[in-house]
């Protein structure tokens, strides 16, 4: 699911997620989300790499 749409459940995986990077930092997170505030999560996460991604449109193709 995006990180966006985020609620108890999603905020406390992300809290346990910080938790174990910090303890394998080999392990590589990924979070995706269209409308994510990257500060935010850099901030709680601290620096790391950003991969932006621009959208490829609908993926029904055009419906006319």
């Given at each position: 699911?995006?990180?966006?749409?985020?609620?108890?459940?999603?905020?406390?995986?992300?809290?346990?997620?910080?938790?174990?990077?910090?303890?394998?930092?080999?392990?590589?997170?990924?979070?995706?989300?269209?409308?994510?505030?990257?500060?935010l999560f850099l901030?709680?996460?601290?620096?790391?790499?950003?991969?932006?991604?621009e959208s490829c449109?609908s993926l029904l193709?055009?419906?006319?």
């Amino acid at each position: 699911d995006e990180v966006h749409e985020r609620d108890g459940l999603t905020d406390f995986l992300l809290t346990k997620m910080r938790d174990v990077l910090q303890r394998i930092p080999t392990l590589k997170l990924i979070l995706s989300s269209a409308a994510l505030d990257i500060n935010l999560f850099l901030q709680y996460f601290g620096s790391c790499p950003v991969i932006h991604r621009e959208s490829c449109g609908s993926l029904l193709g055009n419906q006319s």
